[in-house]
C-alpha cells in the first residue's frame, strides 16, 4: 500500500493489465492469455488519470472511446474483477459507457472533496443550498420541521460545476443553527454538507469489500496459546479500490487535491491550492488566455 495511505488495516488490489484488447459493439474485451500486474493500492495516480480523462465530460463519443481504450491498456478494466465468481460483475471485459459513467461518477465526488479541501464557497454553494425548516404550528409558533432548523441539501443532479454535470441523488444534513447564525461564516456549514454528501456516496460503493487474512500466526507457551492473523482488505474490482483509496485519504486530515491536476498533496501552507509550481504556472497560464480570448470577443462584438 503507497505511503501516502495511511489505514489500520492493509489494503491491496492486484490489478491485471491483458497484453491484447478487442472492441466489439462498445466493449472491450481482453484477447490474449499474456497479462502483467500491479497493486493498484500502490499508485495513487489512478484517480487523477481518471479527472484528466473525464475531462470536462463533454468529449464527443469517438475521442472518449479512444481515451477510454487508451486508459484500459495502461491501467486495466475498472468495473471488471480480476477473479471469476464476483456476482454483479462481468468477467474480462468493459463496456465502455459504463465505464465512462462510473468513472464520471468517480470524478464528479472528487471534485467536490476539491471545493471542500480547498475552501472553494463559491463554488460549494453552485450545489449546495440551505433553508429555514420551521413551519407554524397549531399556536402560531415556529417550530423545526425535521431534526433541525436549517437543512442543507446537496442538489448534484442539477448543478454543473466546472462544466461537470453531477448525477447523482440530493443530501440533506440538519443544523441546530438559525439560517443567519450560518450565514454569519457560511465555509465550514457548506464544506459539512458537502463532505457529508460524499462521505455517504464513497462508503455506499464500498459496502461489499472483502475481508481477508494473510497469514496465520501461533506461538504460545506450556501455559498460553497465542493466535494471530493478518487481516487484508480487498476490493472487488479497481474501481472499487479507488473509491478504497479516496476513502482512506478522506481519512487523513490535511491533504488536499490539486486545482489543476487532481493529484492529492500535503500542503505546505493552508491557502496552497496547487501541488507544484509546474501546475500553478499552467492555471496561471490557462486564466490569462481565457481572460485573452474574452476580451478578443468583446472587442469583435464591438
Not at 3 to 27: A, H, M, N, S
Not at 204 to 227: A, C, H, N, T, W
Not at 233 to 251: R, V
Request: aromatic share 10%; net charge positive; with cysteine.
Amino acid at each position: 500500500m503507497h505511503d501516502g495511505l495511511v489505514f489500520p488495516i492493509e489494503c491491496r488490489y492486484e490489478q491485471v493489465v491483458w497484453e491484447k484488447y478487442i472492441t466489439r459493439q462498445g466493449v472491450m474485451s481482453c484477447a490474449s492469455d499474456s497479462h502483467s500486474r500491479y497493486d493498484a493500492m500502490d499508485d495513487l495516480g489512478l484517480i487523477p488519470s481518471l479527472v484528466a480523462l473525464v475531462g470536462d465530460g463533454d468529449a464527443p463519443i469517438r475521442q472518449r472511446e479512444g481515451g477510454i481504450k487508451k486508459w484500459i491498456r495502461q491501467y486495466g478494466f475498472l468495473t471488471s474483477p480480476n477473479q471469476p465468481g464476483v456476482e454483479g460483475y462481468d468477467w474480462h471485459e468493459e463496456n465502455l459507457e459504463k465505464f465512462w459513467n462510473k468513472a464520471k461518477r468517480l470524478v464528479n465526488l472528487w471534485d467536490i472533496y476539491r471545493m471542500i479541501t480547498n475552501r472553494e464557497l463559491e463554488e460549494l454553494k453552485e450545489i449546495i443550498s440551505f433553508h429555514d425548516t420551521r413551519v407554524l404550528d397549531i399556536n402560531g409558533k415556529l417550530v423545526p420541521f425535521g431534526p433541525g432548523i436549517t437543512q442543507g441539501s446537496v442538489y448534484p443532479h442539477e448543478t454543473v460545476a466546472q462544466d461537470r454535470v453531477f448525477t447523482t441523488s440530493e443530501h440533506t444534513l440538519f443544523f441546530n443553527k438559525e439560517l443567519g447564525e450560518i450565514n454569519k461564516e457560511p465555509l465550514r456549514y457548506y464544506q459539512k454538507v458537502a463532505f457529508s454528501y460524499i462521505r455517504t456516496e464513497v462508503q455506499r460503493e464500498l459496502k461489499v469489500i472483502s475481508l481477508v487474512s494473510k497469514d496465520m500466526q501461533l506461538e504460545g507457551s506450556s501455559e498460553q496459546d497465542y493466535f494471530k492473523t493478518f487481516p487484508i482488505l480487498e476490493p472487488a474490482t479497481l474501481l472499487q479500490a479507488l473509491y478504497l483509496q479516496f476513502y482512506i485519504i478522506m481519512s487523513t486530515p490535511g491533504k488536499k487535491i490539486c486545482q489543476e491536476c487532481g493529484n492529492v498533496f500535503l500542503p505546505s501552507r493552508k491557502d496552497r491550492k496547487y501541488c507544484n509550481e509546474t501546475c500553478k504556472n499552467t492555471a496561471k497560464s490557462r486564466r490569462y488566455r481565457a481572460r485573452r480570448k474574452a476580451r478578443s470577443k468583446i472587442k469583435g462584438g464591438k
